[in-house]
């Protein structure tokens, strides 16, 4: 994999091999690497607007310049929407989200931090 992440330069980062795990379908372990993928970007010092998680056999289908000109079109919105909480709303009481992320009563898209560029952060 560390041959292919290079073919597209400093954009992309492999989880190191310490913190990778064995996912099992259907487990929380699925959830595992997409957190410390996550955690790997935000402890990033580089500039970045989008988290791009590329997992399982996932592959970009879109040239890096592609991407950057889709996500530019954003401009700074976000494809993620959030649900209702329901009856699960009391767990996120006081507390701290990253990346100013705020809670919605309602379904609406996750509001972020600005950033300057575009990192493609992808795992095996």
């Not at 310049?65 to 401009?75: G, P």
């Not at 699960?88 to 989200?97: G, H, I």
């Not at 990346?99 to 009563?105: D, K, V």
Request: with cysteine; net charge positive.
């Amino acid at each position: 994999l560390r041959g292919v992440a290079t073919c597209f330069g400093a954009n992309v980062q492999l989880v190191p091999h310490e913190e990778r795990v064995a996912v099992h379908w259907g487990y929380e372990s699925v959830l595992v690497p997409q957190i410390t993928c996550a955690k790997q970007a935000l402890r990033s010092r580089g500039t970045w607007k989008y988290l791009v998680n590329l997992v399982g056999q996932d592959f970009p289908l879109r040239t890096n310049m592609e991407l950057v000109a889709a996500l530019k079109a954003l401009n700074g919105s976000s494809l993620v929407e959030s649900v209702e909480l329901g009856n699960y709303a009391s767990r996120t009481n006081n507390r701290s989200l990253p990346l100013g992320i705020l809670p919605q009563i309602t379904p609406l898209t996750i509001n972020h931090r600005e950033y300057d560029g575009l990192n493609q952060w992808c795992q095996s």
